[in-house]
């Protein structure tokens, strides 16, 4: 009799969707528009949609305003139906056995590790970049691991940043903190599974994002700085980084051997990662607050003067524009191994808790659970 509730975003509150199957905004929302509307894939009704809870973990209203008319957009929607049947078989053992490693050696090191941090990310590797030498993995899963919480704290705290980098770069520069000797120890561990040309590769991408993080930290909320965002983020996402990572999976994939494919393709490697990590992580920087208004979608938006969707939208076709790109450049051997990558990449981070996917969907499967 009076109608559906709304929430703080102009949405319809009610739990139960339209009987046509589609998710419709009720009245004016706050961003200017009138209702939002569009159809539910298949799979979705089963998802249990509840944004009403989620969008309130958003302190700051104009960016609740923008999450929600991303949400009612469809757009992940669409990102959750088209990863759906993505789910490789994965090695436990040996996920469960580099837990065990790594946490006993960051106690050592006297880093501070999340167990969550160190649970996620070697699921992540076992699903994107599958290893069947377990001492191999474990190298790999320390590098990914240890790289994670390395971005987690400086991109929060750049005196750590300035000191990673001086240990690393400087010739004369003995490490000044944990967190500094274990990057030089994660190295040594991966350099005799690797050609010495593409570790001294390797170990600069990585410096680079950490120059990146540097460059990030000057970032004003309010978009007044003049830096440009693409530019920052080509370093700071450490794209080029995770994504060469592929060439431990497969001799067609060797650094040292298809040099040419590597070099061809990696500006689209960058792209994908960095459009598809902001397009997927835009919730959970909502609820940090800090992080959402100086993500690259946002500062976007606010620098084009365009609406926050208008950028959303933008960002998701480069991301997959770029995976287009990286396919076609790759030869038979190579696109499973790489298609394998770049769909469990968008998989993973929409089912692990570390992105909050579940706070809007509470019938996602967990993928860490």
């Given at each position: 009799m009076f109608g559906p509730r709304l929430d703080a975003a102009g949405l319809c509150e009610d739990p139960d969707q339209p009987p046509d199957g589609t998710r419709e905004?009720?009245?004016?929302?706050?961003?200017?528009?009138?209702?939002?509307?569009?159809?539910?894939?298949?799979?979705?009704?089963t998802l249990h949609y509840r944004p009403g809870n989620a969008l309130a973990a958003i302190p700051d209203p104009r960016h609740r305003a923008m999450v929600a008319e991303v949400l009612a957009s469809g757009l992940v929607d669409g990102m959750i139906v088209r990863t759906a049947s993505f789910g490789p078989p994965v090695n436990d053992v040996q996920c469960r056995t580099a837990v065990d490693v790594l946490t006993a050696e960051?106690?050592?090191?006297?880093?501070?590790?999340?167990?969550?941090?160190?649970?996620h990310i070697t699921r992540m590797r076992a699903l994107?970049?599958?290893?069947?030498?377990?001492?191999?993995?474990?190298?790999?899963?320390?590098?990914?691991?240890?790289?994670?919480?390395?971005?987690?704290?400086?991109?929060?705290?750049?005196?750590?940043?300035?000191?990673?980098?001086?240990?690393?770069?400087?010739?004369?520069?003995?490490?000044?903190?944990?967190?500094?000797?274990?990057v030089r120890h994660m190295f040594g561990e991966i350099a005799r599974f690797c050609d010495p040309t593409f570790l001294a590769v390797w170990r600069n991408f990585f410096y680079n994002a950490i120059t990146g993080v540097l460059m990030e930290a000057e970032f004003d909320p309010e978009v007044s700085d003049g830096i440009d965002s693409d530019f920052v983020r080509a370093f700071n996402g450490f794209s080029q980084f995770w994504f060469t990572t592929l060439q431990f999976t497969a001799p067609c994939l060797r650094a040292d051997t298809h040099r040419a494919f590597w070099s061809a393709a990696l500006s689209s490697c960058v792209a994908f990662l960095n459009d598809v990590n902001d397009v997927v992580s835009f919730y959970k920087e909502a609820v940090h607050g800090a992080d959402f208004a100086t993500g690259r979608i946002h500062r976007r938006a606010v620098?084009?003067?365009?609406?926050?969707?208008?950028?959303?939208?933008?960002?998701?076709?480069?991301?997959?524009?770029?995976r287009h790109r990286i396919l076609d450049l790759a030869t038979e051997e190579q696109r499973p191994h790489l298609d394998r990558y770049m769909t469990g990449f968008t998989y993973w981070q929409l089912r692990c808790r570390r992105y909050r996917w579940q706070d809007v969907y509470p019938g996602l499967a967990v993928i860490d659970a």
């Open positions: 905004g009720c009245g004016v929302n706050p961003i200017g528009h009138g209702p939002i509307r569009h159809p539910l894939p298949p799979g979705i009704d960051f106690e050592a090191f006297g880093v501070d590790v999340p167990a969550a941090t160190t649970g994107m970049v599958p290893i069947d030498d377990d001492a191999l993995a474990l190298a790999v899963d320390r590098i990914w691991v240890f790289t994670t919480h390395t971005d987690d704290v400086c991109c929060h705290d750049r005196a750590e940043a300035a000191a990673v980098l001086r240990a690393g770069l400087l010739p004369d520069a003995r490490p000044s903190s944990p967190t500094a000797r274990y620098a084009e003067r365009i609406p926050y969707l208008e950028a959303y939208r933008e960002v998701l076709a480069g991301g997959e524009a770029a």
